[in-house]
């Protein structure tokens, strides 16, 4: 298929620069296959992450082309012959080089989540868990998730604001509608949505859900339901009344 | 170009397409909606036959108060409560569309879809994604001065309201002076219930009040309950949130046109009354 | 290198690697009360436990109420041909089940069946529904389980930071010397003891549907550290791998395929997985399409459809038909869902395979069928350990999960990978914890043997000039494709190994460009000699086995030899530091499990009926 123009970020947090690279691509290859192909011939300590290059795993995500997308699955027929192709490292998160951010933030949201807590009276006589699918459907669209952190990277409460402290981003609102959605699970983490994990910083523009590489609804099935369930319990006087009149619901 | 700058991205593709349609696109809704309250006339259309029936502009329903002497008025027993009131103030034009369009511009400004957009066409909070936005120190979201955005459920209450209100025109439409026809008018006033339904029952709060708050579909007894099935219909709605927020609000407008363009009489309706 | 300018820190145990099993022993090790690191080379949840698609094998009888672990058991067995550690395999079908539900209370959302129980689906080898799912991503959900778990157990974790080599106290393990990868600095951790969860050493073959992190860390370091492995020779190539385009040749394609009834078919058209039944199965399968067609349906009387033999059978039936002229155009076979199923099933059940296809592949499974091949997927070998307690020859040092041995003999059946895991990963957790109970002398650091570990490591920046070990890398890879791939020849392993010698001289003068910050060249110098350890082992003990066997075909000897049933091949370094392979003779199993083994799956579920019965 010859010759591809490549500019590839190439440096570390104190400098850095875009380097031009010349190469090979044959049929059917997707960015990450160039970049690799790039190390090896090339430049041989240019870093980058990847795992399973089947888009499983989450580690690739970069910037191509000022987009938030995986290299593994980003076709380089995606583009055309002439256009020179740049990748730049996600921006969101400290750079250590080349093409791999630091994202170790984003695993200290997951430990501040309070863990899945089930409810032991929902076993059968035979010890099983007993949910139905209709259930779990919506839980698991959540746990689709590969935790690439795209859309933490492109979430702007982030990116732009760099609201870390205020936010927790996208990928743990869902983490939290899935536990919270979860048939099983008996903790109440409203509160800390609302005043910890921030979830009225999120104003809804749903460039999250335009990159999720998994297609998560992550704003119209996750984070919209927990704003709605903030609602109930923090802003609707009417349920407030009926609450104080008749006591809360079980 | 500074890296904090406004529109700054490393984007290539034709991003600022979507939010500059969209943005110019209800800026058209409002300039135009803004003119056709203000008129204040040519919202009522019967062939000048008295009595029940007649067609009328969504953004003049319901008739609270009514002028008889401007042209394309409603006639006045078609009010709730009589003639325009003494006390008006002359500065504002005594049009009942200002009372009325609250109403449904609040619920569609407090939009999950709606806020959306207008974060990103009008606020450009962001522009796009991966777009540089406005710079804020202070972004606060939805937690400080935005946070009546939370009320959107009350403002569904009265979308609700406003949708038996203007099946009723529709039902209007279909009688010229108390006789049955039917009119390309009676068709268009019947399309715009319909697609205010699409709109207002695919909203993301009516989705969570009719069963998305429930952890468990098939409780007690295991098997889907009928919240489960009604919460099915309306994720389906609520999937094509945005074309049913475009297409209705299109449809109101366009069927406030259609009526203020009978009334005064430059467009022929066709009907079965043989006017 | 002054040591003590380099950090270290001390637990009581250290487990490398955060796949399924390594996770799993890490929580095991945690709730028991030790202090317990946790060292990957990736980011925590990326280990290829995620790439595991079709599900965790465990006799739930969710699906067939007549499954028990004794029907499991079996299947495992004979899958393994009869290789198996018998109490290895005993342990692992007892204990699938309640490691599936452990997960279940961590927070794992398996599909569900109508009643609301865990759903099993189908599987090669597998005689009932077995495989608990999460439609194709069973993996995804299970190592983000044991990771949402895991961290709120108090383990502190060591992200992206390689295990270079094991530090021992005279027999015993006190330590392992690793490298972060972000700024290539040293940390040392001082611990008694080591939990080996690394996986296996795909990255040695070219076409694999391992990734870069599979370069047989465990095997190296067990190795030099004076462990032994074992069944090395079986190395199990996935029959269903992509093929086309060259790029992802070799990414799996989810053996769920052929579980929800997809069939593979030659450029004739012809299901020629009917001509390649052997003797062993031929009575469990159906020897019609229509019979097959039944079973898919749902018939419980109708036997199961060839295509689900287990996977060395249909590997090497692929094979032949692409050896015979008859394969797709990409050299493959034709593996078709689309004239099964309806598009809505298919995406529902196989979503991911769905989007790997259209993605990658530009190819609508709904709608064609895929061209697929085999693929370097599994070690069934890997370091001795013992059965109950995980432990290797050195005192301190465990292996589980894929990088140990035993479980799955000469072939594994799908989904035994994910329940070995979970079930062998508790093992070690527990062995460890016992172990660290029966010691209580303080063990020290050897500082010769740190400073030999990272001065290894830093020459291979340091070296004024050498060989780039990208290459080094493609050669290995072109070697094992070659010489010791899914059949083998004396001739060729011979051919093999003296490539192999070409190649570690070559190794021992590598040279990586560029800094010690973050750079991938170095860290792939560094992984060659757990690769070439590995590929070697493999090559010895594949020469040995004069047989063929499971996974393991030798085109020389054909058929499986009663003689060989009797040996394990091991792999150890001797005093004068060369690679030496053994025959051991197996221990005799226990009489009941031989019984259980042998039975007929009549007799058995009659057997099994009783016992529910009471």
Same mark, same amino acid.
């Given at each position: 298929m010859g010759l591809r123009k490549f500019k590839l970020f190439r440096g570390d947090s104190r400098e850095g620069t875009m380097k031009d690279f010349k190469v090979e691509v044959d049929q059917g290859m997707v960015v990450l296959d160039v970049i690799h192909r790039i190390q090896s011939e090339?430049?041989?300590?240019?870093a980058v992450r990847w795992n399973c290059k089947a888009g499983k795993c989450g580690s690739c995500s970069v910037e191509i082309n000022g987009k938030p997308k995986l290299a593994c699955m980003t076709r380089m027929n995606e583009y055309s012959l002439e256009e020179t192709i740049s990748v730049r490292p996600i921006k969101t998160f400290p750079l250590i080089k080349d093409l791999v951010a630091d994202v170790s933030w984003n695993y200290k949201q997951n430990k501040n989540i309070a863990p899945f807590t089930p409810d032991p009276d929902k076993k059968d006589n035979n010890g099983n868990y007993i949910m139905m699918q209709e259930d779990v459907d919506r839980v698991q669209e959540f746990r689709k998730c590969i935790e690439c952190y795209l859309c933490q990277n492109v979430c702007h409460v982030l990116?732009?604001?760099?609201k870390k402290n205020e936010f927790v981003g996208p990928r743990f609102m869902i983490r939290l509608a899935s536990l919270e959605m979860h048939p099983l699970d008996k903790a109440d983490r409203i509160e800390n949505i609302k005043n910890d994990y921030g979830s009225g910083m999120c104003n809804i523009t749903r460039c999250c859900t335009d990159v999720c590489p998994e297609h998560i609804q992550i704003t119209d099935n996750g984070i919209i339901p927990l704003k709605e369930r903030v609602v109930d319990r923090y802003y609707d006087p009417i349920i407030w009344l009926w609450n104080k009149l008749f006591g809360k619901p079980k | 170009m500074d890296s904090n700058s406004l529109f700054n991205t490393q984007r290539s593709d034709r991003w600022w397409f979507e939010p500059l349609w969209t943005g110019v696109g209800f800026l058209c809704f409002v300039i135009y909606t803004t003119w056709a309250m203000l008129q204040g006339d040519y919202y009522w259309w019967s062939a000048g036959v008295e009595g029940f029936g007649g067609y009328l502009s969504p953004f003049y329903? /319901?008739?609270?108060?009514?002028? /008889?002497?401007?042209?394309g008025a409603a006639p006045i027993d078609h009010s709730w409560f009589g003639s325009w009131p003494e006390w008006w103030p002359n500065l504002i034009p005594a049009s009942p569309a200002i009372l009325i369009l609250a109403g449904p511009l609040s619920f569609r400004m407090t939009c999950y879809y709606y806020r959306k957009f207008y974060y990103r066409s009008y606020f450009m909070s962001p522009p796009g994604c991966s777009v540089k936005g406005i710079r804020n120190k202070k972004y606060k979201g939805e937690t400080a001065l935005l946070i009546f955005q939370n009320l959107h459920r009350f403002t569904l209450y009265i979308a609700i309201g406003i949708i038996f209100i203007l099946s009723y025109d529709a039902i209007l439409s279909f009688f010229q002076g108390g006789e049955f026809g039917v009119g390309l008018g009676s068709i268009i006033l019947t399309i715009n219930p319909i697609l205010l339904i699409g709109y207002t029952f695919g909203c993301h709060v009516f989705r969570h009040l009719s069963g998305g708050h429930k952890d468990c579909f098939t409780c007690p007894n295991g098997k889907p309950t009928f919240r489960y099935q009604v919460w099915k219909g309306v994720s389906w709605l609520n999937g094509r949130h945005m074309m049913w927020a475009w297409i209705s609000m299109i449809w109101v407008a366009f069927t406030d046109i259609y009526v203020r363009m009978v009334a005064s009489g430059y467009w022929i309706d066709m009907n079965t009354w043989n006017n | 290198m002054n040591i003590s300018e380099i950090k270290t820190v001390e637990h009581d145990v250290i487990v490398l690697g955060a796949g399924g099993a390594g996770l799993r022993a890490a929580i095991e090790c945690s709730m028991e009360g030790l202090s317990t690191g946790l060292v990957c080379k990736s980011l925590l949840g990326k280990a290829h436990t995620v790439m595991a698609e079709g599900g965790v094998a465990a006799s739930l009888a969710n699906v067939d109420t007549r499954d028990h672990w004794k029907v499991h058991f079996r299947d495992t067995m004979r899958g393994g041909k009869f290789l198996n550690n018998w109490r290895m395999a005993e342990l692992h079908a007892r204990e699938a089940p309640a490691r599936v539900r452990e997960l279940e209370e961590w927070g794992a959302v398996f599909d569900r069946t109508k009643s609301g129980l865990i759903n099993q689906r189908n599987f090669g &080898?597998?005689?009932?529904?077995?495989l608990a799912h999460v439609g194709d991503r069973t993996g995804l959900e299970i190592i983000r389980t044991l990771q949402d778990h895991g961290i709120h157990q108090g383990i502190d974790i060591y992200m992206e930071c390689t295990g270079l080599d094991l530090i021992k106290d005279g027999d015993r393990i006190s330590g392992m010397v690793g490298m972060?990868?972000?700024?290539g600095e040293f940390i040392i951790f001082k611990c008694r003891a080591v939990i080996l969860a690394t996986g296996g050493g795909g990255k040695a073959w070219k076409i694999t549907s391992n990734s870069w992190e599979y370069t047989g860390d465990g095997y190296g370091m067990a190795y030099e550290a004076g462990a032994e492995l074992m069944d $090395?020779? #079986?190395?199990? #190539?996935?029959?269903? &791998? $992509?093929?086309?385009?060259p790029s992802v040749r070799g990414t799996l394609v989810t053996e769920g395929v052929r579980g929800e009834g997809g069939i593979l078919t030659n450029s004739e058209n012809k299901r020629f997985m009917y001509d390649n039944i052997p003797g062993r199965f031929a009575a469990e399968t159906a020897d019609s399409e229509e019979e097959a067609n039944r079973w898919l349906a749902g018939d419980k009387d109708a036997r199961r459809p060839p295509e689900l033999l287990t996977r060395d059978v249909v590997a090497r039936a692929i094979r032949k038909e692409v050896k015979a002229g008859r394969g797709s155009p990409h050299g493959g076979a034709y593996l078709d869902i689309a004239s099964r199923r309806n598009a809505e099933d298919i995406k529902r059940k196989l979503p991911s395979m769905y989007h790997q296809f259209k993605v990658l592949a530009e190819l609508d499974i709904t709608n064609e069928p895929m061209e697929v091949g085999p693929t370097l997927h599994y070690f069934m070998g890997g370091v001795k350990v013992d059965a109950n307690t995980q432990m290797t020859r050195v005192p301190g040092l465990f292996a589980c999960g894929e990088c140990a041995a035993g479980v799955h003999g000469a072939n594994r059946l799908g989904g035994n990978s994910l329940s070995d895991l979970l079930v062998c990963g508790k093992l070690a957790g527990s062995g460890v914890v016992n172990y660290i109970k029966s010691i209580n002398n303080n063990l020290n650091l050897n500082n010769v043997a740190i400073q030999k570990i990272i001065r290894s490591a830093t020459d291979i920046l340091n070296r004024e000039k050498g060989e780039n070990p990208y290459l080094i890398h493609e050669d290995l890879q072109e070697l094992m494709q070659n010489n010791v791939g899914i059949v083998r020849t004396d001739e060729l392993l011979s051919e093999g190994l003296d490539g192999l010698s070409n190649l570690w001289k070559k190794f021992n003068n590598v040279k990586a460009d560029g800094a010690s910050q973050f750079n991938p060249g170095w860290h792939q110098a560094i992984s060659l000699r757990n690769l070439l350890v590995t590929a070697e082992s493999v090559a010895r003990a594949a020469k040995m086995r004069e047989e063929s066997r499971g996974a393991h075909t030798r085109v020389d000897f054909e058929g499986e030899r009663d003689e060989w049933l009797q040996y394990n091949v091991v792999i150890s370094k001797s005093n004068e530091g060369t690679m030496i392979a053994d025959k051991v003779m197996r221990d005799e199993p226990d009489p009941e499990l031989k019984r259980i083994a042998e039975l007929s799956i009549e007799e058995l579920e009659n057997e099994v009926l009783l016992e529910k019965g009471q």
């Amino acid at each position: 298929m010859g010759l591809r123009k490549f500019k590839l970020f190439r440096g570390d947090s104190r400098e850095g620069t875009m380097k031009d690279f010349k190469v090979e691509v044959d049929q059917g290859m997707v960015v990450l296959d160039v970049i690799h192909r790039i190390q090896s011939e090339q430049v041989g300590d240019l870093a980058v992450r990847w795992n399973c290059k089947a888009g499983k795993c989450g580690s690739c995500s970069v910037e191509i082309n000022g987009k938030p997308k995986l290299a593994c699955m980003t076709r380089m027929n995606e583009y055309s012959l002439e256009e020179t192709i740049s990748v730049r490292p996600i921006k969101t998160f400290p750079l250590i080089k080349d093409l791999v951010a630091d994202v170790s933030w984003n695993y200290k949201q997951n430990k501040n989540i309070a863990p899945f807590t089930p409810d032991p009276d929902k076993k059968d006589n035979n010890g099983n868990y007993i949910m139905m699918q209709e259930d779990v459907d919506r839980v698991q669209e959540f746990r689709k998730c590969i935790e690439c952190y795209l859309c933490q990277n492109v979430c702007h409460v982030l990116r732009d604001h760099d609201k870390k402290n205020e936010f927790v981003g996208p990928r743990f609102m869902i983490r939290l509608a899935s536990l919270e959605m979860h048939p099983l699970d008996k903790a109440d983490r409203i509160e800390n949505i609302k005043n910890d994990y921030g979830s009225g910083m999120c104003n809804i523009t749903r460039c999250c859900t335009d990159v999720c590489p998994e297609h998560i609804q992550i704003t119209d099935n996750g984070i919209i339901p927990l704003k709605e369930r903030v609602v109930d319990r923090y802003y609707d006087p009417i349920i407030w009344l009926w609450n104080k009149l008749f006591g809360k619901p079980k | 170009m500074d890296s904090n700058s406004l529109f700054n991205t490393q984007r290539s593709d034709r991003w600022w397409f979507e939010p500059l349609w969209t943005g110019v696109g209800f800026l058209c809704f409002v300039i135009y909606t803004t003119w056709a309250m203000l008129q204040g006339d040519y919202y009522w259309w019967s062939a000048g036959v008295e009595g029940f029936g007649g067609y009328l502009s969504p953004f003049y329903s /319901p008739l609270i108060f009514i002028n /008889p002497i401007v042209n394309g008025a409603a006639p006045i027993d078609h009010s709730w409560f009589g003639s325009w009131p003494e006390w008006w103030p002359n500065l504002i034009p005594a049009s009942p569309a200002i009372l009325i369009l609250a109403g449904p511009l609040s619920f569609r400004m407090t939009c999950y879809y709606y806020r959306k957009f207008y974060y990103r066409s009008y606020f450009m909070s962001p522009p796009g994604c991966s777009v540089k936005g406005i710079r804020n120190k202070k972004y606060k979201g939805e937690t400080a001065l935005l946070i009546f955005q939370n009320l959107h459920r009350f403002t569904l209450y009265i979308a609700i309201g406003i949708i038996f209100i203007l099946s009723y025109d529709a039902i209007l439409s279909f009688f010229q002076g108390g006789e049955f026809g039917v009119g390309l008018g009676s068709i268009i006033l019947t399309i715009n219930p319909i697609l205010l339904i699409g709109y207002t029952f695919g909203c993301h709060v009516f989705r969570h009040l009719s069963g998305g708050h429930k952890d468990c579909f098939t409780c007690p007894n295991g098997k889907p309950t009928f919240r489960y099935q009604v919460w099915k219909g309306v994720s389906w709605l609520n999937g094509r949130h945005m074309m049913w927020a475009w297409i209705s609000m299109i449809w109101v407008a366009f069927t406030d046109i259609y009526v203020r363009m009978v009334a005064s009489g430059y467009w022929i309706d066709m009907n079965t009354w043989n006017n | 290198m002054n040591i003590s300018e380099i950090k270290t820190v001390e637990h009581d145990v250290i487990v490398l690697g955060a796949g399924g099993a390594g996770l799993r022993a890490a929580i095991e090790c945690s709730m028991e009360g030790l202090s317990t690191g946790l060292v990957c080379k990736s980011l925590l949840g990326k280990a290829h436990t995620v790439m595991a698609e079709g599900g965790v094998a465990a006799s739930l009888a969710n699906v067939d109420t007549r499954d028990h672990w004794k029907v499991h058991f079996r299947d495992t067995m004979r899958g393994g041909k009869f290789l198996n550690n018998w109490r290895m395999a005993e342990l692992h079908a007892r204990e699938a089940p309640a490691r599936v539900r452990e997960l279940e209370e961590w927070g794992a959302v398996f599909d569900r069946t109508k009643s609301g129980l865990i759903n099993q689906r189908n599987f090669g &080898g597998h005689r009932y529904p077995r495989l608990a799912h999460v439609g194709d991503r069973t993996g995804l959900e299970i190592i983000r389980t044991l990771q949402d778990h895991g961290i709120h157990q108090g383990i502190d974790i060591y992200m992206e930071c390689t295990g270079l080599d094991l530090i021992k106290d005279g027999d015993r393990i006190s330590g392992m010397v690793g490298m972060w990868r972000d700024n290539g600095e040293f940390i040392i951790f001082k611990c008694r003891a080591v939990i080996l969860a690394t996986g296996g050493g795909g990255k040695a073959w070219k076409i694999t549907s391992n990734s870069w992190e599979y370069t047989g860390d465990g095997y190296g370091m067990a190795y030099e550290a004076g462990a032994e492995l074992m069944d $090395m020779e #079986f190395t199990q #190539f996935h029959p269903t &791998g $992509m093929v086309w385009p060259p790029s992802v040749r070799g990414t799996l394609v989810t053996e769920g395929v052929r579980g929800e009834g997809g069939i593979l078919t030659n450029s004739e058209n012809k299901r020629f997985m009917y001509d390649n039944i052997p003797g062993r199965f031929a009575a469990e399968t159906a020897d019609s399409e229509e019979e097959a067609n039944r079973w898919l349906a749902g018939d419980k009387d109708a036997r199961r459809p060839p295509e689900l033999l287990t996977r060395d059978v249909v590997a090497r039936a692929i094979r032949k038909e692409v050896k015979a002229g008859r394969g797709s155009p990409h050299g493959g076979a034709y593996l078709d869902i689309a004239s099964r199923r309806n598009a809505e099933d298919i995406k529902r059940k196989l979503p991911s395979m769905y989007h790997q296809f259209k993605v990658l592949a530009e190819l609508d499974i709904t709608n064609e069928p895929m061209e697929v091949g085999p693929t370097l997927h599994y070690f069934m070998g890997g370091v001795k350990v013992d059965a109950n307690t995980q432990m290797t020859r050195v005192p301190g040092l465990f292996a589980c999960g894929e990088c140990a041995a035993g479980v799955h003999g000469a072939n594994r059946l799908g989904g035994n990978s994910l329940s070995d895991l979970l079930v062998c990963g508790k093992l070690a957790g527990s062995g460890v914890v016992n172990y660290i109970k029966s010691i209580n002398n303080n063990l020290n650091l050897n500082n010769v043997a740190i400073q030999k570990i990272i001065r290894s490591a830093t020459d291979i920046l340091n070296r004024e000039k050498g060989e780039n070990p990208y290459l080094i890398h493609e050669d290995l890879q072109e070697l094992m494709q070659n010489n010791v791939g899914i059949v083998r020849t004396d001739e060729l392993l011979s051919e093999g190994l003296d490539g192999l010698s070409n190649l570690w001289k070559k190794f021992n003068n590598v040279k990586a460009d560029g800094a010690s910050q973050f750079n991938p060249g170095w860290h792939q110098a560094i992984s060659l000699r757990n690769l070439l350890v590995t590929a070697e082992s493999v090559a010895r003990a594949a020469k040995m086995r004069e047989e063929s066997r499971g996974a393991h075909t030798r085109v020389d000897f054909e058929g499986e030899r009663d003689e060989w049933l009797q040996y394990n091949v091991v792999i150890s370094k001797s005093n004068e530091g060369t690679m030496i392979a053994d025959k051991v003779m197996r221990d005799e199993p226990d009489p009941e499990l031989k019984r259980i083994a042998e039975l007929s799956i009549e007799e058995l579920e009659n057997e099994v009926l009783l016992e529910k019965g009471q």
